[in-house]
């Protein structure tokens, strides 16, 4: 069995998502999420010009040997753009290889360790009273964890919020508008929201924040451990990727849970966090952090220090992404929590899926290989608008951390 041809697809349907379709001298094709918000085209130049050439004439069954080869044979390693070009080569490989053997993805993986993946939503309000009104929202769905972002008082906008009544989107058309940001007002304000979450949605419901790594390791400490009273599933990128020692202060002083890594594209990323249990949850996503056979050694190493998966599914990661996490949630052992932002409406002209969510949990069926199509043509009919994540400034002008 050969690889014949592999394509890339750029579309726009509300958002940008790039996706690699890879056919096979047997008729039988995969789909790879190759979508990086905001850096698209790299992604897709690099598979188109660089990949995809040396993909054709492989036998995709061997996606160890493939995907060993895409990591090791450049000389320049990793980086987000290679490890996103990577996961899509890998998933693409492995729906193929579900599709051959006529069984669904989670069946490759170990089978079944559960059968509904708990998934978590996201509630974003301009105050605490809206965010608290949109997390009622969600738990009437049906939603058991919910993560809570709120504007700040005196900060003019804040990332995660949605700009007026729009559906949230994490990139806004064009180049990147600039936010604002304080973090002395935000650190007095958060804990008071989740008192006031905790008093109206009581201990049953999972909490959840995102600081979008804009704490130092102090004022990360300081965080967790005002938030300690309200039991937090987790608290979500406290420090900065890049300051993995930053952790050590904040777990002496804290016992609120830590999730990191949407931004990690490897193994390497985590070993100080995993080794020295700096953490307990991992977030790199399967779209960004090598594909399957990657992210399957993670959660193993992760596994062995009892810390657990929680994988980024933000709206900027494609259906095929979605539901290939589904699949691995439902089977590896150290599954923790997914996240789910439901893909606006439009999005399912151009792919068409296999999961639902019920009650709580994402539930995926038991189509052959990960159980998502594209129609090219729908795809065609919206084409790549360029759209940027925002830069955040502090209040006097000083470029920060996101
Ligand atoms: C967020 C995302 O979902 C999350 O946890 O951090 O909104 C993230 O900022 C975007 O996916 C960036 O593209
Ligand atoms: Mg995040």
Redesign the pocket.
Known sequence: MKISDAKVIICSPGRNFVTLKVHTDEGVYGLGDATLNGMEKPVAEYLENYCVPSLIGMDPRNTEDIWNFFYKAPYWKRGSVAMTALSAIDMALWDIKGKMLNTPLYNLLGGKSREGVLVYCHANGHDTEETLDKAAQMIEQGFRAVRLQSGIPGIEHTYGVPRGNKPYEPAEPGLPLTEYWDTSKYLNFIPSLFEKAREAFGDDIHLLH?V?HRCTPIEAARLAKELEPFHLFWL??PVSGELQEGLRLLRSHSTTPVAIG?VFNSIYDYTTLITEQLIDYI?MPLVHGGGITHLLKVAAMASVYHIQTGF?GATDLSPVNLAAAVHFNKAVNNFGLQEYMPHQEIVNEVFSTSYNFENGFLFIDDKPGIGVDLDEKKAAKYPYRMASLPVNRKSDGTMFYW
């Open positions: 995102d979008h979500e990128d949407e977030r980024h």
